[in-house]
């Protein structure tokens, strides 16, 4: 696609209830990235795909969430038993590793969670 | 220390006038740096990368880069106030996780 693809762009979900949010990126990218941002908040890092593997997954907040990316394309992070302390917007960004273009990333619309 | 420091703001600045943000990080081995634009309720727009030291200049932006001071500045000229937004500074080394600082907050006045 054109850009990156996120859905979907809000869910209200039920305390202790699991969540999947979904990412597309941008068609031949490498890169993909899983950010968090609280309400008035700075950029949280939650996980980095290159290809299908995740050499950095230190931002995960704990063993309630989890990632994965399949193809070296699409990637779904899940999130179970939610807490209201979830509720934020998840952003996805990908970018093409290498070359002198650097590794510019792009980011999609985000998924806007709510935790009730 | 932060990977990346930024001044929370807001910076105010009357239209027309040149707004200059500026960003540290703390990481020698950092390679590229980008400039993002957030409107309040949307997702980060990249609008400059630069990676080598000096200045890079696109339309009414200029991205600068001193690497032996560990410093990133953005230069906004005849701002206007559809400028106004939070402005993302992040680096990224070995291709790796962007490290994003906490964004400065520009106010245009018409």
């Known amino acids: 696609g054109a850009g990156v693809s996120q859905s979907p762009s809000n869910k209200v979900t039920e305390k202790g209830k699991d969540v999947e949010l979904r990412c597309d990126p941008i068609?031949?990218?490498?890169?993909l990235y899983w950010y968090r941002q609280s309400l008035g908040q700075g950029l949280e890092f939650l996980i980095y795909f290159q290809g299908n593997s995740a050499p950095d997954k230190s931002g995960l907040p704990s063993d309630r969430f989890s990632a994965e990316r399949t193809g070296g394309s699409v990637s779904t992070l899940t999130i179970q038993r939610t807490q209201q302390e979830d509720s934020a917007v998840y952003l996805c960004a990908s970018s093409n590793r290498g070359g002198d273009a650097g590794a510019e990333a792009f980011f999609g619309q985000g998924t806007r969670l709510t935790v009730v | 220390q932060k990977e990346v420091e930024q001044n929370s703001g807001p910076l105010s600045v009357p239209e027309g006038a040149i707004a200059s943000l500026n960003c540290t990080y703390s990481d020698r081995g950092s390679q590229s740096f980008f400039w993002y634009r957030q409107y309040s309720g949307k997702s980060p727009e990249l609008i400059m990368s630069i990676y080598s030291n000096g200045d890079k200049e696109d339309g009414r932006f200029t991205a600068q880069l001193n690497k032996a001071s560990q410093y990133v500045s953005l230069l906004i000229r005849d701002s206007q106030p559809s400028d106004s937004a939070t402005y993302l500074c992040a680096v990224n080394r070995n291709f790796n996780k962007f490290y994003f600082g906490s964004g400065t907050k520009l106010n245009v006045k018409p």
């Open positions: 068609s031949g990218h490498t890169a």
